[in-house]
C-alpha cells in the first residue's frame, strides 16, 4: 500500500465551484510560508451518491448518534470531539471493469448495481465480505465521506474515512490485502491505491480549532 504522508490535508466541500475556488485561494495564503501545496485532487458527485463504477458507495455508514460515536473521540484531554481521517486515493481501471459480465460486476462488490441489495451468497472475495465494519472484533466502524474523481487521464475514488481511532482502518485494509486469511479484495482486479495519508482533525472549541494537544 502506498504511503504519500503529507503534513496538512484540507478538505473543502460546497456545490460552487467559483466559491471553492475562493476558499481554496483564501486557504493558500493562509499558510503560505509554513507549507506549499504538493498535491489537490476536485472530487464531485456522481449519479446520486455512486462510484464511478455505478455502485453505490458508504452503504453501511452508521447514521445519528452512531456515526458520532463512530468518527468522534470520546476521551482525552485535548482530544475530545477530534477524528483521525484515513486518505487514500483509488485509480480505477474502468474500461477493464466495464469488460466484467453485470454478474462479475456485482460479485466484485457483493452487491446489486440496480437495486443495492446485498447478495446473501456472494464470494468471499467480494467487498462487501472484506470490508463488513461490523465482522470485526471490535467492530471497526467509520464514517466514510469518500467522493469520485477524474482527470483528462485517470479516474476512481479519494477515498475519506473518520474514526475515532486509525485502528480501525489498518484492520479493514489488511482484511482488504488478504494479510489476515490471504483472501484478497475484489475491488483489486480493476482499481488500486495510489496514494495514502493519516490525519488528525482537531476539536473545535467556539469558532476556532483546539490545539492544545498540539501544545499550540
Not at 486557504?27 to 455502485?55: E, I, K, N, S
Not at 447514521?63 to 470520546?74: P, Q, R, T
Not at 477524474?150 to 488478504?178: K, P
Request: glycine share 10%; with cysteine.
Amino acid at each position: 500500500m502506498p504511503s504519500t504522508q503529507q503534513a496538512l490535508w484540507v478538505f473543502l466541500r460546497g456545490t460552487d465551484r467559483g466559491v471553492l475556488f475562493d476558499v481554496t485561494e483564501h486557504v493558500q495564503a493562509l499558510v503560505d510560508g509554513a507549507f506549499f501545496l504538493d498535491d489537490a485532487m476536485d472530487t464531485f458527485l456522481y449519479a446520486g451518491g455512486r462510484d464511478l463504477t455505478g455502485y453505490e458507495d458508504g452503504t453501511e455508514n452508521p447514521k445519528d448518534d452512531a456515526a458520532v460515536d463512530a468518527a468522534l473521540v470520546s476521551a482525552g484531554d485535548g482530544l475530545i470531539g477530534s477524528s483521525f481521517v484515513a486518505v487514500q486515493r483509488w485509480e480505477h481501471d474502468l474500461r477493464r471493469f466495464r469488460g466484467f459480465s453485470p454478474a462479475r460486476r456485482d460479485a466484485v462488490f457483493g452487491r446489486r448495481a440496480d437495486t443495492n441489495d446485498e447478495i446473501a451468497d456472494a464470494p468471499a472475495t467480494a467487498h462487501v465480505k472484506r470490508g463488513a465494519q461490523e465482522s470485526y472484533d471490535p467492530p471497526a466502524f467509520m464514517v466514510r465521506r469518500s467522493m469520485p474523481w477524474a482527470t483528462a487521464h485517470a479516474q476512481g475514488l479519494e477515498f475519506i474515512a473518520y474514526g475515532a481511532s486509525l485502528d480501525r482502518y489498518e484492520r479493514v485494509l489488511r482484511r482488504m490485502a488478504g494479510l489476515e486469511d490471504g483472501i484478497v479484495d475484489s475491488l483489486f482486479t480493476f482499481s488500486r491505491p495510489v496514494t495514502g495519508g493519516y490525519y488528525w482533525c482537531p476539536p473545535v472549541d467556539g469558532d476556532r480549532l483546539d490545539l492544545r494537544r498540539l501544545a499550540l
